[in-house]
């Protein structure tokens, strides 16, 4: 929120409910710059496992590759790190969707409560970026 021009004086008074319905909405940007950073690294992370299956299908099928599980290396056959990269592209796609959901709820109710705080406060109070 931005301090009123010199010489506006605010006459709308801040109930307690106002009080909670701005800091819902502060709460609410900082949860979407963390959506949005979530989502970031998710679609990257999903584009490495992308590129990694492209790679996969280039080599011999009966190389012995290792694949990272956790901490630790293990050798598998090209077909089972080709299936696992399946599986992790599912659930990159499935976490994508998740946060994606999620950041479109939390839009939703940005908009809802800015509507009903400009309402009150019209130009008293800044809820732009």
Request: glycine share 2%; aromatic share 6%; charged share 35%.
């Amino acid at each position: 929120m931005e301090l009123l021009p010199q010489g506006k004086q605010n006459t709308v008074q801040v109930l307690y409910e106002d009080q909670q319905r701005i800091n819902e909405f502060s709460k609410l940007v900082m949860r979407k710059d963390a959506l949005e950073a979530e989502l970031r690294s998710q679609r990257q992370e999903k584009e490495y496992v992308d590129d990694a299956a492209l790679e996969i299908e280039l080599v011999d099928e009966d190389a012995a590759l290792q694949y990272k599980i956790g901490d630790v290396f293990v050798l598998m056959r090209q077909e089972e790190v080709a299936a696992q990269l399946e599986r992790d592209q599912a659930a990159a796609d499935a976490r994508i969707r998740q946060l994606e959901e999620e950041e479109e709820h939390v839009d939703a109710r940005m908009r809802a409560l800015k509507q009903v705080l400009y309402a009150k406060f019209g130009d008293s109070i800044n809820l732009e970026r």
